[in-house]
């Protein structure tokens, strides 16, 4: 018997030209092995799945909780296993880099999208894709970070390639998985980071992971002049929209911003002049196709850099029957940092 979150969504709903929501979804949590639906094939027709992995554990991102909602952008197949974190340990491999008894990650490369996901107890993956997990990380704690803590990281290596002055880093969003981990890794590496948030109860957390200064989001989430008055030397954005504008109008000459989120918006209205009058850089962070270089160099980085003990103060835990009712929590907002689910 293999556990997991089975998504099923009827073929009439949401067939209109453009729509991404399906509203008669069933979401159940079901024996993979016996249900008709799947027929016990953990493996997409046409997805490679050359590694089996016992599922320990993994985590819900706004991807996830979209997913339960029957966002067609997201779950792009039916049936579907969610999730796009997954961590565990291998019993089978017909892969050169991996053999039982090794515990990998994943993050993204399809998975909960395009081919079955984490949650659930038993994945098959494509072992071109997989990280080994950080000696210094548990699983767990590799689950908590997941791809909230990864697309952070990797926001963190744009901005340190590209190189910027000195002076306050952004973050907006600051209050969630992605924000809170840019907060802490930006602080980590000694900026003084300025963190935008919606909800005043989050700022001793904050705070305590490493920002200067909070800030309230309505100061970016607003009308803004195509240049404004220069206040940051970089940011880190994961709400897009409005506020992302407000960020590139108020960046300094040669700064640089990297988009890596749109909790708010996917809508940018801006002009060309942050650009072309102050030498600002748009950059983007995109943890699902990331190459494995990238992903191996990131997680290096997340096992060395991060605190165990600032992980934990992030990271609610719940179990897997609960998945379903943590995205709905998500969805609507009410979420500070990460949530964790428990599979083993």
Known sequence: ??????????????????????????????DLDADDALGGALLVEGAVGDVTVDVTHSSLNFKDALAFNGNRGVARISPLVPGIDVVGIVTESHHPRWRAGDRVLLNGAGAGETRHGGLAERAVLDGGTLVAVPASLSNARAAAVGTAGFTAMMAVLALEKHGVPDGDVLVTGASGGLG???????AASGRRVVAATGSRDH???????????VIDRSELDRESKPLESQRWAAAVDAV???S????LATTAPNGAVVACGNASSPDLPTTVMPFILRGVA????????????????AWGRLGADLEPSM???LTRWVDLESAADAAAE??????RGRVGVTIE
């Not at 998500?330 to 979420?335: F, H």
């Open 1 to 30: 018997m293999t556990r997991g979150w089975l998504l099923t969504r009827s073929e009439a709903a949401g067939a209109s030209s453009g729509s991404e929501a399906s509203p008669a979804l069933d979401a159940r949590l079901a």
């Open 180 to 186: 809170s981990y840019s907060v802490a890794l930006l």
């Open 203 to 213: 700022v001793d957390a904050l705070r305590a992971l490493g920002a200067a200064e």
């Open 240 to 242: 897009g929209g409005r």
């Open 244 to 247: 992302l504008a407000t960020v």
């Open 282 to 297: 748009l950059l983007g962070a995109n943890s699902t196709a990331a190459p494995l270089a990238v992903r191996e160099h």
């Open 311 to 313: 992980i934990d103060s």
């Open 330 to 335: 998500l969805l609507s907002g009410a979420v």
